[in-house]
């Protein structure tokens, strides 16, 4: 069965400090992996995704196929990266049904 | 201002009645879904729709219902037969493969139901 999974419901780091969203996935394919943020009182928004191969914000995922990994990492976290965090997986044939992890709140605090 | 605008954003309704959630985009998008939001077990899709009167059930569609007679607009109607209706609903939208699809999709602010 097609999966995501988001092991922390919550992350607190301080400012300046690494962070590492993690997110695994179990889909019997070549998986298109997304990254969408929800910052307080705006609307979910797609933060980057595998196929780019970007940085947006600082932020980097790399798809590890062996680990069935997809984590989001920024090496210095700032008070404004805040947000709730989804990782999604795209189901076949390209479309927007996409399978969302639980969400990982991450808090950076002063 | 493009986007997707979602009504209302709060609406409360006694057990055993049906509501209506409006969905409209002004994108030029082919493809809209419902998604539900609850929680610690993210986003769930209810319902989507690839293109005009149109439209597949997702994941947990048992006690919705939805429309796609044109291309911005989606309603989704929570009906009496929905066990846990109060929730969080997004509506979104994208392009579709035909139009170079990038996986991006475009979220409302959504709404929020609470059943008394």
């Known amino acids: 069965a097609q999966r995501v999974t988001q092991p922390e419901k919550l992350l607190s780091v301080f400012k300046g400090a690494p962070v590492e969203l993690k997110c695994n996935y179990s889909?019997?394919?070549?998986?298109?992996l997304f990254w969408y943020v929800q910052y307080s009182r705006q609307r979910l928004q797609l933060l980057l995704r595998?196929?780019s191969r970007e940085s947006i914000k600082g932020f980097t995922a790399d798809l590890n196929k062996g680990e069935t990994s997809f984590h989001l990492k920024k090496p210095f976290a700032q008070e404004e990266d805040s947000a709730m965090y989804y990782c999604?997986?795209?189901?076949?044939?390209?479309?927007?049904?996409?399978?969302f992890g639980q969400g990982t709140t991450l808090q950076v605090k002063p | 201002d493009g986007g997707i605008t979602q009504s209302p954003k709060y609406l409360f309704r006694k057990e055993g009645q049906n509501v209506t959630l409006s969905c409209e985009q002004n994108?030029?998008?082919?493809?809209m879904y419902w998604y539900r939001q609850d929680p610690g077990q993210g986003l769930r899709l209810i319902y989507y729709?690839?293109?005009?009167?149109?439209?597949q059930k997702g994941d947990i569609a048992e006690g919705y219902s939805v429309s796609r007679e044109k291309k911005e607009s989606f309603p989704l109607t929570v009906t009496s037969a929905q066990k846990n209706p109060t929730a969080f609903y997004l509506c979104?939208?994208?392009?579709?493969?035909?139009?170079?699809?990038?996986?991006?999709?475009?979220f409302g602010e959504g709404s929020r139901l609470t059943v008394l």
């Open positions: 979104a939208s994208s392009i579709t493969a035909g139009q170079t699809y990038t996986g991006e999709l475009f």
């Open positions: 889909y019997s394919g070549s998986p298109e």
């Open positions: 595998h196929i």
């Open positions: 999604a997986l795209s189901r076949p044939s390209n479309t927007g049904k996409l399978i």
């Open positions: 994108l030029n998008h082919d493809a």
């Open positions: 729709s690839q293109i005009v009167n149109d439209f």
